[in-house]
């Protein structure tokens, strides 16, 4: 207790080790505390006393008059003072107990009323017991320090090799770091070329005592950056599907005489399949004989084209197609050829095939429309939110495709736009709500393409009794039973019935995001909401 008392306040506080030398308290509050020689009970309470016996309050500096900071944590470290001084009375075991005892200490008067470097001589003639009055200190910070050190059995792995290092020839970071501390605490003692070996483990006692850790944490950081680790080697081949064909990156250096490529660039293949009249049982079938389908950048999947293998020519980011064949078509046509292959191996990459092409379709399906301005050519534009795909996906489409293939979804964005969301304040505000009323008498009228079980709606109305007293809530029950057709129902109770228009806010699990958006489309499809996931 004494030790986590004494070292964790002053391991993380700065101005200790900036205000203190080799511990000796430089606050002349602290200095005159020991010329007035005040008695002895101010002394054991005083927070700025040098050296002393006392574990907690007289040998730590942290609490230095001149840091406010630590006014609390002073108060505090004083009450655990005096229980520690009557322990310590008690507590022949330790040697400094008893030093505190006895208070006329010849030492104890010396340094009291010493000068710095009068001090700094006693601690040189007692190292064991500077070492040990630090000790406590030093052990918060003794993992870092000593992780450069030769000396710690608590150090991080690569401490071991360091430890080499180090004993055979101190690395210049090494070399500086102490210098650096040094020259922090008392470089005229502690360093120099002369020093011995003995000294050398006071001046590692004493470093650990005036380290910063922040000089530490930066010497951590320098070695970690050289070792950048790559998480992704097992995904290359994945990226290689996707990466920039080099032919997509203008140099700049031929800026002037760059004329644009203006070509239709390959975004993703998305399927293949094989061309009209080629025999789909011939035993040597190579990409000239399938046709691709093309996702073309700037544009949506919806406008993905058919292209055979020749005319790949005419276009731009063409690797792509080479890494698709590659990876899925020539892996294809041996799993369908081969009859080597293993028939699960043939069943798995079917159905993997299949589920691609049914996303694919969902990503040709307007979720929503969320924008709209005049086009180039005069004619409106729609900003279209695609099924399954993020937001960074949305595209710009004329309205007459938008138009064709979810006027639905036009009509609900010009209707969302048209009118302006307004909350009730009385409502808005728990103390000026008005009473519950409980639903009765079935399913609520502003829940539509469903009716809600009895069940259901008495969660629904526990939800909105506590909402009416200001109280917050858990909705439990079994899987299945309609807890999200619930919350979606209070969410439009508020409304409707409370005037009450939002913002809400609904965080749940990625997996269980599209059946929300759902459950919302079918419950209340007059409500406005929006999915933010993926990257922006
Ligand atoms: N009153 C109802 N009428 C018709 N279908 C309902 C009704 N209540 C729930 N469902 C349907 O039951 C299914 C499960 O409902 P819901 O997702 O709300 O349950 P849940 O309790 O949230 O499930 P989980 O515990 O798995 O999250 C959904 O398809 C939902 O549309």
């Known amino acids: 207790m004494e030790s986590s008392g004494m070292v964790i306040p002053s391991a993380q506080e700065p101005s200790s080790t900036s205000t203190m030398s080799n511990g000796y308290p430089v606050s002349p509050v602290a ?27 007289e040998s730590s500096p942290e609490p230095d008059a001149a840091d406010d900071s630590y006014d609390g944590a002073s108060a505090e ?26 208070s006329p200490h010849p030492g104890r008067g010396a340094q009291r009323r010493s000068s710095p470097q009068s001090e700094t001589d006693l601690i040189r003639q007692n190292p064991d017991l500077y070492g040990l009055r630090r000790s406590g200190r030093a052990r918060t910070t003794r993992n870092i320090a000593d992780s ?8 991080a792995p690569r401490a071991k090799r360091r430890r080499k290092e180090t004993s055979q020839q101190p690395s210049k970071a090494s070399r500086s770091a102490t210098v650096s ?20 483990r006071r001046r590692r006692l004493q470093q650990t005592a005036s380290y910063e850790p ?22 290359e081949e994945d990226e290689a599907m996707f990466e920039a064909d080099p032919e997509d990156l203008a140099p700049s250096y031929w800026a002037e005489s ?15 399949r094989l061309k009209e009249g080629v025999d789909p049982k011939s035993q040597d079938l190579d990409r000239s ?15 993905a084209t058919w292209e055979p293998n020749e005319a790949m020519s005419n276009y731009r980011s063409t690797r792509r197609v080479d890494n698709y064949v590659r990876k899925v078509l020539n892996e294809d046509i041996r799993l369908q050829y081969d009859e080597d292959a293993p028939p699960e191996d043939r069943e798995k990459w079917n159905l993997d095939r299949e589920r691609d092409v049914e996303a694919i379709e969902d990503y040709k399906m307007v979720e929503r429309v969320i924008g709209v301005r005049d086009g180039d050519d005069g004619t409106t534009e729609y900003l279209v939110k695609w099924k399954r795909l993020f937001y960074d996906s949305c595209t710009w489409e004329p309205e007459d495709l938008v138009s064709e293939i979810a006027q639905r979804e036009v009509d609900r964005f010009l209707d969302r736009t048209a009118r302006q969301p307004f909350s009730d304040k009385n409502e808005t505000t728990i103390a000026t709500r008005k009473p519950f009323e409980p639903i009765h008498g079935g399913s609520p009228s502003f829940l539509q ?30 899987m299945g039973l309609g807890k999200t057709v619930q919350t979606v129902s209070f969410i439009n109770w508020m409304r409707h019935v409370r005037r009450q228009q939002g913002p809400f806010i609904v965080i749940v699990p990625l997996s269980t995001m599209p059946a929300w958006a759902d459950t919302f489309d079918h419950w209340t499809p007059d409500l406005n909401y929006v999915v933010y996931n993926g990257t922006s």
């Open 31 to 57: 200095y005159e505390a020991h010329v007035h020689g005040d008695d002895e009970s101010q002394r054991e309470r005083s927070p700025s006393e040098p050296i002393e016996s006392h574990p907690v309050s």
């Open 77 to 102: 470290s004083d009450a655990e003072d005096e229980d520690a001084a009557a322990d310590n009375s008690d507590d022949d075991a330790n040697p400094y107990s008893r030093e505190n005892s006895s």
């Open 148 to 155: 450069s050190d030769s000396d710690s059995d608590v150090v």
């Open 181 to 200: 501390s040094m020259s922090d605490s008392d470089s005229e003692e502690y360093g120099g070329k002369s020093a011995r070996a003995s000294k050398a």
């Open 214 to 235: 922040s000089l530490n944490e930066v010497r951590f950081s320098t070695r970690t950056a050289n070792k950048v680790s790559n998480y992704n080697e097992d995904d």
């Open 258 to 272: 760059y004329a644009e490529d203006t070509r239709p660039a390959v975004d993703v293949v998305l399927n293949h």
């Open 289 to 303: 004989d399938f046709e691709f389908c093309i996702k073309w950048q700037d544009k949506s999947h919806y406008h």
């Open 449 to 478: 393409n469903g009716e809600l079980k009895d069940f259901q709606i008495k969660g629904l109305n526990f939800l909105a009794f506590n909402w009416v007293r200001g109280r917050n809530v858990v909705l439990a029950d079994e």
